[in-house]
């Protein structure tokens, strides 16, 4: 937030956590995204462009997983 006070009094959520929680929904977003650009670029028979963006969407599953699991851990359940 640019205003530098917004706490969660908006949201009812503290910043900090609703951006750890924007930023998982974001990195599974960009993977299921990343699904279908793979699938076209496997059609077109480029599998240069395929495996960059198989690449691309094992970092933003990783990234999904690590921010899961400090969810986890916030939220008390694990």
């Known amino acids: 937030m640019s205003s ?3 706490t969660g009094g908006v949201t009812g959520t503290q910043d900090k956590d609703y951006n750890l929680i924007w930023y998982v929904e974001a990195c599974l977003s960009n993977a299921l ?6 699938q076209d670029a496997e059609r077109a028979g480029d599998t240069e462009v395929a495996d960059l963006f198989r690449k691309a969407q094992a970092d933003s ?5 690590l921010g899961k699991d400090l969810l986890r851990a916030r939220l008390g359940g694990g």
């Open 4 to 6: 530098g006070t917004e």
């Open 33 to 38: 995204r990343l699904d279908s650009y793979i």
């Open 61 to 65: 599953r990783k990234g999904a997983e």
